[in-house]
């Protein structure tokens, strides 16, 4: 099985491909799952918020979005991302842009390996398996 980079109307940005494709594998191999067929594609504000309208019906901005496809122990799915909000983000939060990038890529992912956001204590285990995925992707 395989991860795969997309664009739809934004640019892939320039990460290390393969050391984000090793944590997943990391990732997964620690939860007992296998890597499946994972898609990171890359979008527009305007693509995704017309994605989140239309799939979850949702009306705002976000910056990933995670279509589970799992099945036992694969894991697989596709998760759209917003340059343009993580770009932002990134301005906003005063991090480093490529962390900002590896960090969606990482939360997007967790998604797809059970992990929710959705309450303070769900969101802060999020938050260290983030920092951690981008820890590893960047060899810290």
Known sequence: ?????????????ALEQKKIINS??????????????INFIYCSDE???????????HDYFTDVITFNFCEDELVSGDIFMSRD?????AEKL?????DEFIRVCGHGFLHLLGFNDGSEPELRIMRENEDEFIQMVKGI
């Open 47 to 57: 693509y995704l918020i017309d994605m989140n309208k239309k799939y979850l019906d």
């Open 1 to 13: 099985m395989s991860v795969y980079f997309h664009k739809e109307d934004r640019e892939i940005p």
């Open 94 to 98: 005063e991090v480093e842009l490529e």
């Open 24 to 37: 997943i594998d990391t990732f997964c191999s620690r939860y007992g799952k296998k890597t499946g067929n």
């Open 85 to 89: 909000r993580m770009e932002e983000n």
